[in-house]
């Protein structure tokens, strides 16, 4: 509590003291972590702290998460960090244990990485075998397009190629006769399920990326979905599993807040912005969907680098106060403000309840996007927005 009231009143006499206070301790904290990595080689950060007690989450390297940082990074001016994430993201996105014909996984092993990246696992004693999470060695589409930003903002050609082959993939495999990219690939091997439903947050990163490539049809195939997914001044989160009929059950704040970061986003997605306050607005920062059951500090980061593309610097520099006292000991910016944060989804399509939550563990993902905020840096066209 201490560190937040001062951290509060140090940003209330300076108004930008938020940006630096933020950008300052995220810098070093993702620095710092990527240094922390034996050798000087490829290596993927984890993704939670103080998750010892859950195998599937200790240990593990989400691919979202380490793009995130490696954008981060560069914002920083951190590039030699940035790079060693960057090689072991350019090794998973064309190494795979399938073999030529494999793909991006959604989770890694953190640490050091030599050969070819293997998916997270562990070993279960219990059962007396090698466990994976389905949903960890799946290939969800918004991944992949954010491996493929993350690649692009390296700014080398090896990285690029990289990013086109990404790029190739969900063209090849996602791409829908009606319109859009669907969700992704579920499970691995036998258990292999494709994902018919289609995202208006994964059509956003996608749509981000093949515009970055300049690959015009499949980006206004994206952004065309992400259009008509705008109604009543908000946007959808997507359809169900069939891959057309509007979803209209569930609601996702980054599916309000993503559309206003993509290149030319018409003013009158602004709304909902306002939708996003009215819905999932909650003590100050912001859920994930409209129970309003806790913060999200990861989607209330976005919020504030949305705020900050409107012109509304204002309220950005509130949230990033905010943001300032929600620095760990470890470094990471805490997921939650609550010991449990539900989002009304579920982590697979044999779930039988929303059983995707968040938990108050100290995370890699929005210590990156507080560092995003607070530099002012758009992770879908890799500059910053002034």
């Not at 951190?78 to 996984?105: F, I, S, V, W, Y």
């Not at 990404?166 to 669907?182: E, K, M, V």
């Amino acid at each position: 509590m201490q560190r937040w009231i001062s951290a509060a009143m140090f940003c209330l006499a300076w108004p930008g003291a938020a940006l630096a206070d933020v950008a300052g301790q995220g810098c070093t904290a993702l620095a710092a972590r990527v240094d922390s990595v034996p050798g000087r080689g490829p290596a993927f950060l984890p993704s939670y702290d103080q998750a010892e007690s859950e195998p599937a989450l200790a240990g593990a390297a989400f691919t979202y998460d380490n793009a995130l940082a490696i954008i981060a990074l560069e914002s920083c001016g951190k590039h030699p960090q940035a790079l060693r994430l960057g090689e072991a993201l350019l090794a998973a996105a064309t190494q795979d244990r399938a073999g030529a014909k494999g793909r991006l996984r959604n989770a890694y092993r953190a640490g050091p990485q030599t050969g070819t990246p293997q998916p997270h696992g562990w070993w279960d004693a219990k059962a007396g075998r090698w466990a994976e999470d389905p949903m960890q060695v799946g290939t969800a589409t918004g991944n992949v397009a954010w491996a493929g930003l993350a690649l692009m903002t390296l700014s080398e050609p090896r990285f690029t190629q990289g990013a086109q082959i990404l790029a190739r993939w969900l063209a090849d495999h996602t791409a829908s006769p009606t319109g859009g990219f669907t969700g992704g690939i579920h499970g691995d091997g036998a258990g292999t399920q494709v994902l018919g439903w289609k995202s208006t947050e994964h059509n956003v990163d996608a749509a981000a990326l093949f515009h970055w490539l300049a690959w015009t049809t499949p980006a206004q195939s994206a952004r065309g979905f992400v259009a008509r997914q705008f109604e009543n001044g908000h946007f959808l989160t997507g359809t169900l599993p069939d891959g057309v009929t509007p979803n209209r059950a569930t609601s996702g704040l980054d599916a309000q807040l993503w559309p206003l970061l993509l290149d030319n986003a018409p003013a009158q997605w602004r709304q909902a912005v306002a939708s996003a306050e009215h819905a999932h607005g909650n003590n100050g920062g912001f859920d994930f969907n409209d129970d309003r059951d806790g913060i999200w500090w990861e989607g209330t980061a976005q919020a504030a680098l949305a705020y900050a593309a409107m012109g509304r610097q204002a309220d950005a520099d509130r949230l990033l106060g905010l943001l300032a006292g929600q620095f760990s000991p470890t470094g990471y910016v805490w997921a939650t403000s609550t010991a449990t944060l539900t989002t009304g989804l579920a982590l697979s399509p044999d779930s039988k309840t929303d059983d995707f939550l968040y938990f108050r563990r100290p995370h890699l993902a929005p210590t990156a996007w507080a560092v995003l905020a607070a530099k002012r840096w758009n992770p879908f066209t890799g500059r910053r927005l002034d």
